[in-house]
C-alpha cells in the first residue's frame, strides 16, 4: 500500500497554493516527495517532505 500525504502543494500555473492529496515517492537521494494534481487546472503538482 502506498504511503500518501494530504496538505498544500503550490500550483505554478494558477500561482496559488491548493488543498489536495498526493502520493508519497522516495527519490535516489532518499528524499520524500509528494505528487498529486491540481482540482483547478489538472497541473502536476509536487512537494519536497525531507528525509525519509
Request: net charge positive; proline share 2%; with cysteine.
Given at each position: 500500500?502506498?504511503?500518501?500525504?494530504?496538505?498544500?502543494?503550490?500550483?505554478?500555473?494558477?500561482?496559488?497554493?491548493?488543498?489536495?492529496?498526493?502520493?508519497?515517492q522516495?527519490?535516489?537521494?532518499?528524499?520524500?516527495m509528494?505528487?498529486g494534481?491540481?482540482?483547478?487546472?489538472?497541473?502536476?503538482?509536487?512537494?519536497?517532505?525531507?528525509?525519509?
Amino acid at each position: 500500500m502506498a504511503e500518501t500525504w494530504t496538505g498544500e502543494f503550490y500550483c505554478v500555473k494558477c500561482k496559488d497554493k491548493r488543498e489536495t492529496s498526493g502520493e508519497v515517492q522516495v527519490s535516489e537521494k532518499g528524499t520524500r516527495m509528494a505528487k498529486g494534481v491540481c482540482p483547478e487546472c489538472g497541473t502536476k503538482l509536487n512537494r519536497i517532505l525531507g528525509k525519509a
